[in-house]
């Protein structure tokens, strides 16, 4: 059981992580409860981000990384752009998606209480939040 849910615990944290990531793209400043793009005005490279990278032909990667360590918010439409045209929003929710699944799988033979059913619900609840 131990196990269990330590399995559980590590995944919602890198589900309800990367569902932020994505909400920092997407989600406006008041749903939020802080502003867009933010986390790359702080030079942080988010799964989103990571994925538009990879992705990418060289000079936009080269691009890319000079506006993360430049920390250059301004520069946000770039970056959206080309998180979209690689796909990086969709990838990350998928992968969110992965973790609260996993999260949910590693509590399969645990007794049924409404403690499990809320652990279940936690889950879920770290991507399907919008703020």
């Known amino acids: 059981m131990q196990q269990a ?3 559980y ?3 919602p944290g890198y589900a309800f992580q990367i569902a932020d990531d994505v909400l920092d793209y997407t989600a406006n400043a008041a749903d939020l409860g802080k502003n867009p793009g933010d986390d790359l005005a ?3 490279a988010t799964l989103p981000l990571i994925h ?3 992705g990418s032909d060289e000079t936009t990667r080269r691009r890319l990384r000079a506006i993360v360590e430049e920390g250059d918010s301004t520069a946000m439409p ?3 752009a080309a998180i979209q045209a690689t796909g990086g929003l969709e990838y990350s929710h998928r992968r969110a998606l992965d973790y609260a ?4 799988a590693a509590l399969a033979g645990l007794p049924e209480t409404a403690a499990l059913a809320a652990l279940r619900g ?3 609840y770290a991507v399907e939040r919008t703020h």
């Open 122 to 124: 936690l889950a879920r």
């Open 9 to 11: 615990g590590m995944n």
């Open 42 to 44: 702080e030079g942080k």
């Open 5 to 7: 849910l330590y399995d």
């Open 78 to 80: 770039e970056v959206l």
């Open 101 to 104: 699944q996993a999260a949910e």
């Open 52 to 54: 538009a990278i990879a």
